[in-house]
């Protein structure tokens, strides 16, 4: 069989279940092992101190930040070199991708200005004056992983090139190559093996940044020699605003949505630090875990929004609601998988973390109440994922809005102030089912003014 379908055989006449898992599964399993990673790496970093996993913990927000504005680009560019090429429009897909390309670069630029400016006041604010080492063990980590974050941007460009095409293999080998380096290097460079000297936290930051380098450079060069559909060249090349505009017309509702995470979990930390540190690690820990849940359904949003913004391109509107409702069937048994665990495994998960008996106490209980949620999350991700893929990301943005600052941080702040540290945890079960709410409520908009008028097919 040749390596690539071509993309009408593919996006346009692939039966749609069997599209889904071919586009998805090489995603799905890479986002488990970065999944993996992310857990193994506060794993090694919690066996430095409890200190250096809560000043991991706090970093949190920033890293969301910064990943939140190459994700959300990397949607833009996605669905909209995905849409050209179901328009069959090649030169405005090679003008997404190069345009995509100038956007990343100076993304960094802005990241690595916040690195070298903002990472030291952004622990002081979280923590206090007899917190000293937790923020220096942070400002060390952040300052390292914001200001060599050229690697993760490039990596996120080519990477969502290849997957534009259909080439979610390709993408798979290099995200799953990355985690690997870094699971690899964190030992070593954490605690100082196979003579490299011990480094510490800064060690857990460098093996992060090699992996995103040598995976960046491992995309990079499948474009080059195996992405047909899309040619880069700097050749004659200058910035178009208006596909610029097209690509944050998509782009910035994701980014501003994943955004809006980095201030929720911020606001969460202030909330946990003043009433424990040990809170706000568990809190971090939590977030560590429910990725290895979430992030296969990331994966399965990769493969989702260029199938659904290619056959959107091609007025198909029976591939689309075939496409979404296996996505709705993938995603719910994913969370099922996070509800058993979360509820029956909750001191297991924690002692991973070398938790105290002080963090089991609070973290085993927290971590029961928090698993509730996920009974509606599945619904509200890939349902934002088809916001975005038929260019209404904003009501995905109305839905992050609604849920994470209207609701989540106002309700965790009341519930602190009238039951203490345990009562936080229930707001976030109150947030998703106010933001399944408000998802159905868009869902029928988008069905009434975009899908109930395409013709059947």
């Not at 952040?142 to 490039?154: C, E, H, R």
């Not at 944050?248 to 911020?266: D, L």
């Not at 509107?317 to 495994?345: D, S, V």
């Not at 089912?433 to 097919?457: G, H, Q, W, Y």
Request: aromatic fraction near 10%; hydrophobic fraction near 55%; proline fraction near 3%.
């Amino acid at each position: 069989m040749a390596e690539h379908i071509g993309q009408e055989n593919k996006m346009g006449v692939m039966p749609e279940r069997q599209l889904l898992i071919n586009m998805s599964l090489p995603m799905m399993i890479s986002m488990l092992v970065q999944a993996l990673y992310n857990i193994v790496d506060s794993i090694f970093v919690s066996r430095i101190s409890e200190e250096a996993l809560t000043a991991v913990s706090l970093a949190f927000p920033m890293q969301t930040l910064m990943i939140a504005i190459a994700a959300g680009t990397g949607v833009g560019v996605n669905a909209l070199v995905s849409r050209s090429l179901g328009e069959k429009n090649p030169e405005k897909a090679n003008k997404v991708a190069m345009n995509g390309l100038f956007i990343y670069l100076i993304s960094y630029l802005f990241i690595l200005t916040a690195a070298l400016t903002l990472v030291r006041p952004f622990y002081r604010m979280q923590t206090n004056a007899t917190q000293t080492a937790i923020m220096e063990q942070g400002v060390t980590y952040l300052t390292i992983v914001m200001a060599m974050s050229f690697g993760i941007y490039a990596q996120f460009i080519f990477e969502r090139l290849l997957q534009s095409t259909g080439r979610t293999v390709l993408t798979m080998v290099s995200q799953t190559t990355g985690a690997v380096i870094n699971l690899i290097f964190d030992p070593i460079m954490i605690f100082g093996l196979l003579g490299f000297p011990k480094m510490g936290i800064a060690g857990a930051a460098a093996a992060t940044v090699l992996g995103q380098i040598v995976a960046a450079i491992m995309a990079f060069i499948w474009n080059k020699t195996k992405n047909t559909d899309i040619r880069l060249s700097l050749k004659g090349f200058k910035p178009d605003g208006k596909i610029i505009g097209e690509i944050y017309k998509i782009g910035v509702p994701s980014i501003c949505m994943q955004a809006i995470g980095s201030i929720m979990t911020a606001g969460m930390n202030l909330i946990l630090m003043g009433l424990s540190s040990t809170g706000a690690a568990v809190f971090g820990v939590y977030f560590k875990i429910q990725s290895f849940f979430f992030m296969p359904v990331m994966g399965l949003n990769n493969g989702l929004i260029p199938i659904i913004s290619y056959n959107y391109g091609a007025r198909k509107k029976r591939r689309i609601l075939n496409t979404m409702n296996y996505a709705y069937k993938i995603a719910a048994f994913f969370m099922l998988l996070a509800i058993l665990a979360f509820e029956l495994l909750p001191a297991q998960l924690l002692k991973l973390f070398d938790a105290s008996d002080s963090m089991l106490s609070i973290g085993v209980p927290a971590l029961r109440i928090i698993g509730i949620h996920f009974l509606a999350a599945w619904f509200c991700i890939i349902t934002g994922s088809f916001f975005q893929a038929m260019g209404k990301a904003v009501y995905s943005l109305y839905v992050s809005i609604c849920r994470q600052l209207v609701i989540l941080l106002p309700v965790a702040y009341i519930l602190s102030k009238i039951g203490g540290l345990s009562a936080i945890w229930w707001s976030l079960a109150i947030a998703e089912v106010m933001s399944v709410v408000i998802t159905l409520i868009c869902r029928k908009k988008v069905f009434a003014n975009i899908i109930d008028l395409m013709p059947e097919n």
